[in-house]
């Protein structure tokens, strides 16, 4: 049974900072490409962050100089830290595990920036 749990989520101001995990169980972790998606009250799930099984990343341009994704193979995790953060980076952070033909989802874990 695939499972990716994200965790780290809460409230924060805005210029603070947060970091993400997600715990991934039931998949080969090391040949995954590993992302995080977010989506906002009334918005569509959009690209935040991917990172592929050779470490390659891409950033979606709002996110690009403040997130950093990363991950550990050996813990079967990857992370978005994310400083500077913005009221508009409210919203629910989903972690994803792709690799041709299969997609899996976390249940995703909320981050809250106030102003």
């Known amino acids: 049974q695939v499972q990716l749990v994200e965790s780290g989520g809460g409230l924060v101001q805005a210029g603070g900072s947060l970091r993400l995990s997600c715990a991934a169980s039931?998949?080969?972790?090391?040949?995954?490409?590993m992302g995080w998606y977010r989506q906002a009250p009334g918005k569509q799930r959009e690209l935040v962050a991917t990172?592929?099984?050779?470490?390659?990343?891409n950033y979606a341009d709002s996110v690009k100089g403040r997130f950093t994704i990363s991950r550990d193979n050996a813990a079967n995790s990857v992370y978005l830290q994310m400083n500077s953060l913005k009221p508009e980076d409210t919203a629910v952070y989903y972690c994803?595990?792709?690799?041709?033909?299969?997609?899996?989802w976390g249940k995703g874990t909320l981050v809250t920036v106030s102003s």
């Open positions: 994803n595990a792709n690799k041709p033909g299969v997609n899996y």
């Open positions: 039931g998949i080969i972790f090391r040949l995954n490409t």
């Open positions: 990172i592929t099984s050779g470490g390659s990343t």
